[in-house]
């Protein structure tokens, strides 16, 4: 009896001093319940007409039939109008501070005339804060994360990251940076977005927020940490994010959020760099080749299998330094504060890529992975110590090819 008592003790201690608990569950049988359906003029002067509800599910562009939630753009008429028909999904509840858990198995990306994301903004732009989790355009390689402020954010090089610090200052109308640039991170592989995220089955996004920073982690669906889909998952146990903002007055320049899901046609953004990456060799504008290419947007759908937010009662301190890149030997049933990292780029992938530069595995049991090596050499996987097998590349290839026969040429969504 003792012994029972000290271990809630523990567990309730444990608790108080700032495990994440679960606080909402957004599963495909009650997402469309609990998101909304943006139908209003794209905020980003996109060629998109976004669709109501009724409207969507109608045309077949959001689904959540198949124990997934499926969201598309038309593919199959040319487009008139507004432009392209689409779908941009917006919470109803608003968060602020917590843990953002998404566990996607495809995106839109990497398409000529795409603006797919994932991210959160406050009710008054800027002033309420952006953060982009998931974005990219036209046939980019790797996801970009940022965050967009009004003047005052700036972040600084922690070193706690395993992605690329591009841009520092936060502000949309920074002096030194481009308009709307933001501060951001590239993350370190191309399985972080488009064709290359697809081709592994996607993986896992999580996000971080809290008053002293804001991180995300990109896990490839091979190598996600056990407690992701626990009931109190602990980042302080995770590799380094791929991005990891720090130095800003966080709760000055972020207020409640919506956490959104869209795909955007052209706009400012996929527009003004439409002569990059040979997007402009199809058509002279972007919005031509949306408007008269609808079959170059079959793959342009979003597969989300849920989206988990977590919060605590108590304040959650980030953690000071992320497991480094430095393989552990432990003995069996060792635990251990670092989890795969992110597979590494094999060669340099310009856009368009004809194949994707991620360096697989084959499958094996893993307990402790280098994170990507600065050096172009491939890592060298420890010693497994705990059973776990991951799909390889080729499996998740076959598996995609037949929900693509199942699901799509049968007419699932059409």
């Excluded at 390689?141 to 706690?160: R, W």
């Excluded at 670092?338 to 094999?346: G, I, K, L, N």
Aim: proline share 7%; glycine share 6%.
């Amino acid at each position: 009896m003792r012994a029972t008592k000290l271990a809630l003790l523990a567990a309730l201690a444990k608790l108080s001093a700032g495990t994440y608990v679960l606080k909402d569950d957004y599963q495909p049988s009650n997402f469309f319940d609990d998101f909304e359906f943006f139908d209003g003029a794209d905020p980003s002067n996109g060629y998109v007409t976004y669709l109501d509800k009724a409207s969507a599910q109608k045309a077949g562009l959001a689904s959540n039939e198949n124990n997934y939630v499926y969201l598309a753009v038309e593919h199959e008429k040319k487009a008139s109008g507004r432009g392209r028909e689409s779908v941009r999904l917006e919470t109803k509840k608003t968060y602020k501070h917590g843990l953002i858990v998404a566990d996607i198995s495809h995106m839109p990306g990497g398409i000529c005339g795409t603006w797919p994301a994932f991210w959160a903004t406050g009710a008054k732009w800027p002033d309420d804060g952006e953060l982009d989790i998931i974005e990219g355009v036209n046939r980019q390689v790797k996801n970009v994360v940022a965050l967009h402020t009004t003047a005052g954010c700036k972040i600084v090089d922690n070193k706690q990251y395993s992605g690329e610090l591009v841009t520092k200052d936060c502000d949309v109308r920074s002096p030194t940076q481009p308009g709307n640039q933001g501060c951001l991170f590239r993350a370190p592989t191309s399985s972080s977005y488009g064709p290359a995220f697809n081709d592994v089955g996607g993986g896992v996004y999580a996000t971080e927020w809290t008053s002293n920073s804001i991180s995300v982690w990109y896990f490839p669906r091979y190598q996600i940490p056990s407690d992701i889909n626990s009931e109190h998952p602990d980042p302080s146990k995770w590799a380094r994010p791929i991005a990891h903002f720090t130095g800003c007055e966080f709760d000055k320049f972020f207020q409640e959020q919506r956490i959104i899901f869209n795909t955007a046609l052209c706009g400012d953004w996929a527009k003004n760099t439409w002569n990059e990456g040979g997007c402009s060799d199809k058509a002279r504008t972007c919005e031509d080749y949306v408007k008269n290419n609808p079959q170059a947007f079959v793959e342009a759908y979003w597969s989300i299998n849920y989206m988990k937010v977590f919060q605590s009662e108590q304040p959650t301190e980030p953690t000071a330094t992320y497991p480094d890149s430095s393989p552990t030997d432990l003995p069996t049933g060792t635990s251990t504060n670092s989890y795969p990292a992110y597979p590494t780029d094999a060669s340099t992938c310009t856009p368009p890529p004809t194949q994707s530069c991620v360096t697989y595995t084959t499958k094996t049991t893993i307990a402790v992975v280098l994170t990507a090596p600065e050096s172009d050499k491939e890592a060298t996987l420890p010693t497994p110590t705990e059973p776990a097998e991951y799909p390889t590349k080729d499996e998740y290839a076959t598996y995609k090819r037949r929900q693509h026969i199942n699901e799509h040429v049968a007419g699932a969504h059409h």
